[in-house]
Every structure is written in structure tokens, then in C-alpha cells.
């Protein structure tokens, strides 16, 4: 028989993402396939128990069963907008809580999801940095409020099977959630493990195969992670600009200091896009701070030589409570997005105001139930 899986603390089958799995279950002394098939089970067809896994050997089983776990997470509340916006507090094993947003939109089902308990970036309009940052996710902790999600679409009678392709990777994956978004708590980049690991499990297409494209990382621009984080995982990226110069950006985002308009702009004009992709900038209007006509001019400006591989995602302010800011009235919004379209910009969309009866902008609900401590 194999050598057990015995470890100091038991083996997280759902921490790894494949490759992670065969090397624990090689350096076991079992061929690498078992970890293939363990995956599938977890993420494919949903096992919640080692029982459950009958084309392993009885021996296997009983090994697994003693040395290694399952964790799930469940929701410890849930609260849902008039506009299908239904806001999930997901608590973890030491007690404290994250947040995931569910966003229904016709055929499309995203869900936000956290990277981070807290954040260490200290973005001044965001009501997560007051929290500070207490830990990284693990990559389950973070695949896991995609399964909780899941759960929650299925008791909704929502039901989705979907028939995959390719070898290694036929067969159904039931999978209700389209699109998957990292702007949840916490700066994605800065749990850079974490967070790769998790898009890799995601992505698999022997797991839930998320096709990359429809996984979207926003980041307020770690510059020196973006490559290597595109690299490992190949899905969409998303940075947080909110200003159209230096100045006004440091005073918003203190990362400014270390990584400043340039330091992106280089990157993204060197990143290998797939045909048809864009960097998306996101840019939170705040009233009279950053959305006037001549911020837009100048951040055309400023966008030019890099205008073919990116598109601007407008967002107007969610106040909360506390906050030193105010949403711009619509006219203005409308005033912005038409100054950096005549200023060259190809792409650039407006985001609906979404869930706003449930705090549903990141960090707003985990801080109000006081659950991140
Ligand atoms: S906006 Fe994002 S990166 Fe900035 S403090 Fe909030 S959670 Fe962190």
C-alpha cells in the first residue's frame, strides 16, 4: 500500500490547484493521476466527501478519509437587492467574514469575490481600507465563495449543465455563474499566490473551467506582479486609475508613490493581449475631484499612445457611510464620457449603480456587521 497522506496538519484537497495535487500525492509515493482524479471529484462533480470518490481504491480512500479534508464554506448572511443584487457574507474557519456580490444581468450571472480579510492599500474612498488588512484567503477560501454562490443559484432552481470538450477535459460541469470578477475585498496582487492559485483551480478544464476570458483581476497596480500574474494565468486584467495625473492619484491611492501612471502605462503597453483584449482602466467619479471636463481631457491625453488596448470603465461613486465623498450627478457623468470619447479613447462604458439598497460597493457590509475582526 501507499505511503498515508499523513502531513503535520491534514492535506486541503481543495488548496492545491492540479499540478499542486499531483506533486502531493508523488511525493506520497502515489502516481501522479490519483491527483488528476481527486481534482476532478472536488471541482468537477462537487464531491463534499472522500467516500464519495469510488473509482479510487478502498485503500485510498480509507487513507484520504484519515489525512486530508474537505472544508466548505457557507454564507452567515445574505442580503438581496430589489435590483437581484444578493450580497453573500461568507465566514471563514477563524470566524471572521468576507464578502462576495452576486449580479444577476440577464443570461449573465457574475459574482465579486474577496482576496483579501481587509486590505493594506489604503484607497481613500473605499470603506474596506478602514479595516486595514487582517490576512490573505487561502485559494480555497477564495474558490470556495464561488461553490457558495453556486449553492445558493441551484436553491434558486437556476440550473445549468454544461457540456465541455477537449481532450482531458470532456464531460458536464454544472456551472451556473458566467463571469467571475476579483474586486471584492483585498488587493488581489498583493495575495499573489493566493490568488493565482485560485484562477488556475477556476480555470482548469478538468475543474469548473472558467474560460480565462471570463475572469476579470482588478488591481490598483502592483505593476511589477501584473506580468508574471498574466503570465501564470492568462485571464483579463482590470486597474484601478481614478485619476488622470500623479497628483490626484497619490492623494486617492498612496500605491501612486511606488507605481505611478507611467510605471502602468509601460506595462500595458507592453503586455501580449490576446486579439480583441483590453486592459480595463476602472475610474471611480467623485464629485469635484476627479470628474471634471479637464480631467477627462487630460487623461485622453495621457491615454493615447496606449488607446487601441484599453477601454474605461466610469464608475460613480456608492457612498457610505463616513465617506469623505460624493457622487457626481448624472449630467456630469454623461459630460465626462463624451470628453474621452472627442479626446480619442475608443472604449468607454458607464457602470449601473448595482445593489446599492445592500451596501453591495466592496468592504461596505463586512465592515457594517462588524464581522472582519
Ligand atoms: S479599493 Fe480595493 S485595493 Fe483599494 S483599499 Fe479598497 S479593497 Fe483595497
Known amino acids: 500500500m501507499s505511503k498515508p497522506l499523513e502531513t503535520a496538519s491534514p492535506l486541503n484537497l481543495k488548496d492545491l490547484d492540479r499540478e499542486g495535487l499531483r506533486t502531493a500525492f508523488v511525493a506520497r509515493g502515489l502516481p501522479a493521476y490519483r491527483g488528476d482524479q481527486v481534482f476532478r471529484w472536488v471541482w468537477?462533480?462537487?464531491?463534499?466527501?472522500?467516500?464519495a470518490m469510488t473509482d479510487l481504491p478502498a485503500a485510498l480512500r480509507e487513507d484520504l478519509e484519515r489525512s486530508a479534508r474537505l472544508p466548505r464554506?457557507?454564507?452567515?448572511?445574505?442580503?438581496?437587492?430589489?435590483?437581484?443584487?444578493?450580497k453573500l457574507l461568507v465566514r471563514l474557519d477563524d470566524g471572521r467574514d468576507v464578502e462576495a456580490v452576486l449580479i444577476p444581468d440577464g443570461e449573465r450571472r457574475t459574482l465579486c469575490v474577496s482576496t483579501q480579510v481587509g486590505c493594506a492599500m489604503g484607497c481613500a474612498f473605499c470603506r474596506t481600507a478602514t479595516m486595514g488588512l487582517l490576512r490573505d484567503l487561502r485559494?480555497?477560501?477564495?474558490c470556495e465563495q464561488v461553490?457558495?454562490?453556486?449553492?445558493?443559484l441551484r436553491a434558486r432552481g437556476e440550473r445549468r449543465v454544461l457540456q465541455l470538450r477537449g481532450r482531458g477535459a470532456a464531460g458536464k460541469v454544472e456551472r451556473r455563474l458566467t463571469n467571475?470578477?476579483?474586486?471584492?475585498?483585498?488587493?488581489?496582487?498583493?495575495?499573489?499566490?493566493?490568488?493565482?492559485?485560485?484562477?488556475?483551480?477556476?480555470?482548469?478544464?478538468?475543474?469548473?473551467?472558467?474560460?480565462?476570458?471570463r475572469i476579470t483581476v482588478s488591481t490598483v497596480g502592483l505593476a511589477d506582479?501584473?506580468?508574471?500574474?498574466?503570465?501564470?494565468t492568462g485571464v483579463n486584467l482590470a486597474i484601478s486609475l481614478n485619476a488622470p495625473d500623479d497628483a490626484v492619484r497619490e492623494r486617492l491611492m498612496p500605491v501612486n508613490k511606488k507605481y505611478d501612471v507611467d510605471a502602468l502605462l509601460a506595462v500595458i503597453a507592453r503586455l501580449p493581449l490576446r486579439r480583441r483584449q483590453r486592459v480595463?482602466?476602472?475610474?471611480?467619479?467623485?464629485?469635484?475631484?476627479n470628474d471634471h471636463e479637464a480631467d477627462a481631457e487630460r487623461l485622453a491625453r495621457r491615454l493615447r499612445g496606449v488607446s487601441e488596448r484599453v477601454k474605461i470603465n466610469l464608475i460613480p461613486f456608492n457612498p457610505h457611510e463616513g465617506a469623505d465623498f460624493e457622487r457626481p450627478a448624472p449630467q456630469r457623468v454623461e459630460r465626462f464620457r463624451a470628453r474621452l470619447l472627442s479626446g480619442g479613447v475608443e472604449k468607454v462604458h458607464v457602470r449601473r449603480p448595482r445593489g446599492?439598497?445592500?451596501?453591495?460597493?466592496?468592504?461596505?457590509?463586512?465592515?457594517?456587521?462588524?464581522?472582519?475582526?
Not at 75 to 80: D, I, L
Request: aromatic share 6%; proline share 8%; net charge negative.
Open 147 to 152: 461553490l457558495v454562490a453556486e449553492r445558493i
Open 73 to 86: 464554506l457557507e454564507p452567515h448572511a445574505t442580503r438581496a437587492s430589489p435590483d437581484g443584487t444578493t
Open 44 to 51: 468537477r462533480r462537487g464531491a463534499v466527501e472522500v467516500a
Open 356 to 373: 446599492e439598497q445592500i451596501l453591495a460597493a466592496c468592504g461596505q457590509l463586512a465592515a457594517r456587521e462588524g464581522g472582519v475582526g
Open 225 to 232: 506582479r501584473i506580468e508574471p500574474f498574466l503570465a501564470r
Open 139 to 142: 485559494p480555497w477560501e477564495i
Open 280 to 289: 480595463t482602466f476602472e475610474y471611480v467619479l467623485l464629485a469635484g475631484v
Open 180 to 213: 467571475l470578477v476579483f474586486m471584492g475585498m483585498g488587493e488581489p496582487l498583493h495575495n499573489l499566490e493566493g490568488t493565482v492559485t485560485a484562477c488556475r483551480v477556476l480555470t482548469d478544464p478538468q475543474g469548473l473551467a472558467f474560460p480565462p476570458r
